[in-house]
């Protein structure tokens, strides 16, 4: 099943050193037995792989939505030392900070009377799919402060309150963030992008909290059962990827003048403190910044459609909380029993803060972080809290969604977008998006159940459950 490869617990998995030459700690993967038995051979090459970079500590780790990426598996967790090790773009991905966030509204379900009206009006307001532009004429100017300030430029531009910044992952901006390393062709692509869905799987939802498993957590979180909320999934659009392509190519040849060898050139990667890899994180900063500018603008242009259907007050939809998916951050973590700053690489991972950590929000202190793990369109989606075990064993981290296990290809060649949205229609669910390939490409099967994926980090304690949302119409880019 999976050759060379050894369990050490119940889903947990050890690739040992050797696996690939040149592997400085073991890879550990979280997965059933299931699930292991359908995961690429790639993916695992791909973690063992990172396994190979100089400065990693501890491990090169892969959450249950584990597929294969570009360079980091999606799924992929690694720490490096930050007088040793590496930045890689590869272990960022090209959709910078893409995250998700959610949102509540004091509706319960049978407020909802015409749900088709309400999802088409969000569908119109909020720009959807490839190439998606804003009605916002963003300046040069404000271009330049999204990506300086993130979130907090949106608030106080009037697109949002104080407190949903309380409520984003380093209240919605990296202070790290330099402008100067973020090319003219990329603030060309970001300019007219901020306020959009953008395409792929990024969604924008209207869900009902299903099931409650942990009272406290979900009091604490403001979540309640029947209660309608509003889920947004997104990232930094043709900004984020331009950076990306950008910086790749002078982390090509970094990586050759900083006499680094690798296994895959994908991985291509520069010292975290040399003039490149400072660049690079500078910018890859910048634009995770704007992606949480971006997300702030679609949820107020959500609130006002909420406002403006039914009547009620902005200010009654809290933001539950705002987490990255993909970024590398800079933080501290214990490493045999010593504190230490390390350069952390989420891709397709998602911040696992247990109680007590700082940056936590303080009315969360005792709690843990909110934890949000989208299903695919259709299924269910989940609400989790961070825990001390993530932080001892998986550096704060844990899944981020289901994870793919059919490319966008095979739906399309196996699905049509109609069958689809027809057959989420019999199950109540509404479907919108800017055409029928679109659907075919997000269709619920072509990722892993989310049921078995959250049960996994549950049972793993990397994220323990706090409630169940259920989709009753998805707008899709």
Same mark, same amino acid.
């Given at each position: 099943?999976?050759?060379?490869?050894?369990?050490?617990?119940?889903?947990?998995?050890?690739?040992?050193?050797?696996?690939?030459?040149?592997?400085?700690?073991?890879?550990?993967?979280?997965?059933?037995?299931?699930?292991?038995?359908?995961?690429?051979?790639?993916?695992?090459? /791909?973690?063992?792989?990172?396994?190979?970079?100089?400065?990693?500590?501890?491990?090169?780790?892969?959450?249950?939505?584990?597929?294969?990426?570009?360079?980091?598996?999606?799924?992929?967790?690694?720490?490096?030392?930050?007088?040793?090790?590496?930045?890689?773009?590869? =272990?960022?991905?090209?959709?910078?900070?893409?995250?998700?966030?959610?949102?509540?509204?004091?509706? %319960?379900?049978?407020?909802?009377?015409?749900?088709?009206?309400?999802? $088409?009006?969000?569908?119109?307001?909020?720009?959807?799919?490839?190439?998606?532009?804003?009605?916002?004429?963003? #300046?040069?100017?404000?271009?330049?402060?999204?990506?300086?300030?993130?979130?907090?430029?949106?608030?106080?531009?009037?697109?949002?309150?104080?407190?949903?910044?309380?409520?984003?992952?380093?209240?919605?901006?990296?202070?790290?963030?330099?402008?100067?390393?973020?090319?003219?062709?990329? %603030?060309?692509? =970001?300019?007219?992008? =901020?306020?959009?869905?953008?395409?792929?799987?990024?969604?924008?939802?209207?869900?009902?909290? +299903? $099931?409650?498993?942990?009272?406290?957590?979900?009091?604490?979180?403001?979540?309640?059962?029947? /209660?309608?909320?509003?889920?947004?999934?997104?990232? +930094?659009?043709?900004?984020?990827? /331009?950076?990306?392509?950008?910086?790749?190519?002078?982390?090509?040849?970094? @990586?050759?003048?900083?006499?680094?060898?690798?296994?895959?050139?994908?991985?291509?990667?520069?010292?975290?403190?040399?003039?490149?890899? @400072?660049? !690079?994180?500078?910018?890859?900063?910048?634009?995770?910044?704007?992606?949480?500018?971006?997300? /702030?603008?679609?949820?107020? &242009?959500?609130?006002?459609?909420?406002?403006?259907?039914?009547?009620?007050?902005? $200010?009654?939809?809290?933001?539950?909380?705002?987490? @990255?998916?993909?970024?590398?951050?800079?933080?501290?973590?214990?490493?045999?029993?010593?504190?230490?700053?390390?350069?952390?690489?989420?891709?397709?991972?998602?911040?696992?803060?247990?109680?007590?950590?700082?940056?936590?929000?303080?009315?969360?202190?005792?709690?843990?972080?909110?934890?949000?793990?989208?299903? +695919?369109?259709? @299924?269910?989606? !989940?609400?989790?809290?961070?825990?001390?075990?993530?932080?001892?064993?998986?550096?704060? #981290?844990?899944?981020?969604?289901?994870?793919?296990?059919?490319?966008?290809?095979?739906?399309?060649?196996?699905?049509?977008?109609?069958?689809?949205?027809?057959?989420?229609?019999?199950?109540?669910?509404?479907?919108?998006?800017?055409?029928?390939? &679109?659907?075919?490409?997000?269709?619920? $099967?072509?990722?892993?159940?989310?049921?078995?994926?959250?049960?996994?980090?549950?049972?793993?304690?990397? +994220?323990?459950?706090?409630?169940?949302?259920?989709?009753?119409?998805?707008?899709?880019?």
């Amino acid at each position: 099943m999976l050759d060379g490869v050894i369990r050490v617990g119940a889903d947990e998995w050890e690739i040992p050193v050797g696996y690939v030459p040149g592997m400085r700690v073991p890879g550990r993967f979280f997965l059933s037995d299931a699930l292991a038995a359908i995961l690429e051979p790639g993916a695992v090459q /791909q973690l063992a792989n990172v396994a190979t970079l100089p400065g990693i500590v501890r491990y090169s780790l892969g959450m249950p939505d584990i597929h294969w990426g570009y360079g980091f598996p999606i799924g992929g967790v690694a720490a490096f030392s930050l007088e040793e090790g590496v930045i890689s773009p590869g =272990g960022v991905g090209f959709d910078i900070n893409c995250g998700v966030r959610l949102f509540t509204t004091p509706l %319960r379900r049978e407020d909802i009377k015409k749900a088709r009206d309400f999802i $088409e009006s969000l569908f119109h307001a909020v720009p959807t799919g490839v190439g998606a532009k804003s009605s916002l004429k963003v #300046s040069p100017a404000a271009l330049m402060a999204m990506m300086e300030k993130g979130a907090g430029w949106a608030v106080d531009a009037g697109y949002g309150v104080e407190r949903d910044l309380a409520r984003c992952e380093e209240s919605g901006a990296m202070k790290q963030a330099d402008i100067r390393a973020v090319s003219a062709k990329a %603030r060309a692509r =970001g300019t007219p992008q =901020g306020g959009t869905l953008g395409s792929g799987n990024h969604f924008l939802e209207l869900q009902v909290v +299903s $099931e409650i498993y942990d009272q406290t957590a979900a009091a604490a979180f403001g979540l309640s059962p029947g /209660q309608i909320c509003c889920m947004i999934h997104c990232g +930094s659009r043709g900004l984020g990827h /331009q950076v990306c392509t950008d910086h790749l190519k002078i982390l090509e040849s970094a @990586t050759k003048k900083y006499h680094i060898t690798l296994p895959d050139r994908q991985l291509a990667c520069a010292p975290i403190q040399s003039p490149e890899g @400072t660049a !690079y994180f500078g910018a890859m900063a910048a634009a995770a910044n704007y992606a949480w500018a971006n997300r /702030q603008l679609i949820m107020h &242009a959500a609130r006002r459609e909420f406002e403006r259907m039914f009547g009620i007050e902005y $200010e009654s939809m809290p933001l539950v909380y705002d987490v @990255t998916h993909n970024v590398a951050k800079i933080e501290e973590h214990t490493v045999d029993g010593q504190k230490v700053r390390l350069c952390v690489h989420r891709k397709g991972a998602t911040r696992s803060y247990g109680p007590g950590t700082p940056g936590l929000p303080g009315d969360l202190a005792a709690i843990g972080q909110p934890v949000i793990i989208p299903g +695919s369109m259709g @299924t269910s989606s !989940y609400i989790l809290k961070g825990t001390a075990t993530a932080m001892e064993r998986t550096f704060g #981290s844990t899944c981020h969604g289901s994870g793919r296990v059919m490319s966008r290809s095979q739906a399309k060649k196996k699905l049509t977008g109609k069958e689809v949205a027809d057959h989420l229609l019999s199950q109540g669910i509404i479907v919108r998006a800017p055409n029928e390939a &679109a659907i075919a490409d997000e269709a619920p $099967e072509v990722y892993k159940p989310s049921s078995e994926v959250v049960q996994i980090v549950h049972d793993a304690g990397l +994220s323990t459950l706090i409630a169940r949302l259920s989709p009753i119409g998805v707008i899709k880019g």
